[in-house]
């Protein structure tokens, strides 16, 4: 059995200037804020929800990208909506977000 029920990962890798990366649209942002609603939510810990940073994960042309473990569901988003519907649907719900999966 997995420590978390879900272990969440965004890419936050950052290129060099003029190259293409998560980075650049927000992702350390938007992750730092994943992190706080998942711990706001009570979510956070074992047994519950992991948020963590990531370097490249090779999906630059897709991005900004995050990938939610066990399922191994990828998923793009343009904004911290997208991310709180990510959250509530699928780490609270259980229900992936068809219009974000890549």
Known sequence: MSHFHHHVFFCCNQRPEGETCCNNHGATQVQAYAKD????????GPGKVRINKAGCMDRCDQGPVLVVYP???WYTYADR???EEIISS???GG???ERLKI
Do not use: A, M, N
Not at 37 to 44: H, S
């Open 95 to 97: 229900k992936v977000v």
């Open 37 to 44: 609603r998942i711990r706001e939510l009570g979510l956070k």
């Open 81 to 83: 909506e997208d991310v």
């Open 90 to 92: 699928h780490l609270v």
């Open 71 to 73: 399922e191994g569901v």
